[in-house]
């Protein structure tokens, strides 16, 4: 991701989209961040479909569907951050860093 990315202009314009019509009490705020919950249904309900698990339903989603719903998961995450009034960008790097710094320590830990 870079400056560049279509991502950071869409999230502000998200975000402001939904101040501007809904407001940012806290009730809406919970509503954001449920949100993100729905859209997690969604992408399991993609692979659930991609697997074809119902009998009767078969195969009703691609792969590249699953991923458009995972998609939604993270860009309604990133809304949902900015919407608290801060940086999705820092926040997503916090997170990143996190990950990294686990991979870099010696596993098992050292007693
Ligand atoms: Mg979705």
Not at 25 to 49: D, N, S
Request: hydrophobic fraction near 45%; charge should be negative.
């Amino acid at each position: 991701m870079s400056e560049n990315d279509p991502i950071w202009p869409a999230v502000a314009a998200a975000r402001q989209w939904l101040d501007l019509s809904n407001g940012t009490l806290p009730l809406e705020m919970t509503c954001r961040i449920l949100k993100v919950t729905e859209e997690a249904g969604e992408a399991a309900q993609a692979w659930i479909g991609f697997l074809g698990q119902n009998p009767r339903k078969g195969v009703t989603h691609s792969r590249e569907e699953v991923a458009a719903e995972l998609a939604d998961v993270a860009f309604t995450a990133l809304v949902a951050i900015a919407s608290l009034g801060l940086d999705p960008r820092d926040a997503l790097t916090g997170c990143a860093t996190k990950v990294q710094d686990r991979f870099e320590r010696p596993w098992p830990p050292l007693p």
